[in-house]
């Protein structure tokens, strides 16, 4: 039997405990889940595309499953090049879905092929955001309760390297 392949595609800026959450649901679904991070061109990133891509890296490696790549460029060649079945898509409110679901019918036009599979991370995950994080730190309040120990240090030495609160 064919082993199954997924994406889980974002900007993980930082990745957060909902997006871990997600990582962790898909490892249980799919042979491979490749998380895909993106350079981020439309948007203006805290961390570097290697800062990002290091910590995610870190954060996955007790899921033997799970890589961590960059891309660039549209979604769809990711995929496809990886021979994908799926996209994985968070969604954490209702807010997120109707945008999702426009995304998902985009790239089902683009990729007829590959299924997006929209995951819930716990209850506990789904309100946080990445922006919120960014914010938070920023602003020098407490992220620990929302990201990793691994992330919260490195928000706290950049917020620092960036001379704010």
């Given amino acids: 039997m064919a082993r199954v392949i ?5 900007t993980f800026d930082p ?3 909902g997006h871990e959450d997600v990582v962790h649901r898909a490892a249980q679904l799919f042979d491979q889940v490749i998380v ?5 061109h439309h948007k203006k990133a805290m961390f570097t595309l290697q800062e990002r891509i290091d910590m995610a890296r870190e954060l996955v490696k007790a ?4 890589q961590v790549e960059s891309f660039s460029g549209l979604m769809r060649d990711f995929v496809v090049a990886r021979g994908a079945k ?7 409110a209702v807010t997120d879905f109707d945008y999702e679901f426009q995304l998902a019918g985009m790239n089902r036009s ?7 599979v929209f995951l819930t991370p716990s209850d506990k995950y789904q309100f946080i955001s990445s922006t919120f994080v960014r914010e938070i730190a920023v602003l020098g309040g407490e992220v620990d309760k929302f ?4 992330v919260a240090q490195r928000l706290a ?9």
């Fill in 36 to 40: 895909a991070v993106a350079a981020g």
């Fill in 15 to 17: 990745m957060t405990l």
């Fill in 147 to 150: 990201v990793s120990p691994i």
């Fill in 110 to 116: 683009l990729m007829p092929h590959v299924e997006t």
């Fill in 6 to 10: 997924a994406v889980y595609p974002g």
């Fill in 157 to 165: 030495d950049k917020v620092r390297s960036q001379g704010t609160p």
């Fill in 63 to 66: 899921f033997p499953q799970v």
């Fill in 86 to 92: 799926a996209m994985v898509r968070g969604l954490r």
